[in-house]
């Protein structure tokens, strides 16, 4: 089945470390989206990606970095300077019909 | 003013009643429309999208109005499943395929 597959589902980080989470897809789509879930609110878009090499800043991006350099990995680094790095992170990819595909999430607590 | 917003609720309902979410959103702009359905720790899933004309899915009504910019979704005979939180999502297509997300509205189906 094809699909998103985040990693690791849960994380744990020390103030001052970078860490890194994973996204694959095998859906063969050219655009990947990461978003941020704080309770309460809605999710926030971090950084998107139309095509491979390419990516650009969303609404949150301070603190974080990306790379593309396969079309079917976007991972996200959540730095340092990241000053409330703990939430629930999303990676998403959409459809040629629009609907937006989800993986499972990454959980990132700092200690 | 957020771009999509959603009443948090919870909805607190009986198995077998009738329930409705709203959501209004802000820019005219936006060209497609959806609810998903998110639950406890996980990521969000497709409910419907939701059409100008209404459509229906099961117990399921998504309803549209664009001159209102307002959108709709009425749960009859409600489940204990169907208790979870309830993601307006907009779409709007400017440089990128972009999505807004209203925060949720929460639904507690009870025995």
């Known amino acids: 089945d094809g699909g998103i597959t985040q990693s690791p589902k849960y994380l744990f980080r020390k103030e001052g470390q970078n860490v890194t989470l994973s996204c694959e897809q095998n859906l063969n789509h050219d655009a990947m989206y990461w978003y941020r879930q704080d309770p309460g609110q809605g999710l926030r878009l971090i950084y998107y990606?139309?095509?491979?090499?390419?990516?650009q800043k969303g609404d949150i991006a301070e603190g974080y970095s990306v790379s593309r350099e396969k079309k079917e990995s976007f991972p996200l680094t959540v730095t340092s300077a990241q000053k409330n790095p703990t939430a629930f992170y999303l990676c998403a990819s959409p459809s040629n019909t629009g609907e937006l595909f989800f993986g499972e999430g990454s959980r990132l607590t700092v200690l | 003013r957020k771009e999509v917003e959603q009443d948090p609720g919870p909805f607190n309902v009986p198995e077998g009643a009738t329930v409705a979410f709203n959501c209004t959103y802000s820019?005219?702009?936006?060209?497609?429309f959806f609810w998903y359905r998110q639950d406890c720790r996980k990521e969000p899933k497709l409910l419907m999208s939701v059409y100008s004309s209404g459509n229906e899915d099961g117990r399921f009504t998504a309803q549209l109005n664009r001159a209102s910019q307002y959108i709709s979704l009425l749960i009859r005979d409600s489940k204990l499943s169907d208790s979870a939180t309830y993601l307006c999502v907009v779409n709007m297509i400017d440089n990128f395929n972009k999505f807004y997300f209203g925060s949720g509205t929460k639904l507690n189906v009870k025995p």
């Open positions: 820019n005219s702009a936006s060209q497609s």
């Open positions: 990606s139309q095509i491979v090499n390419d990516f």
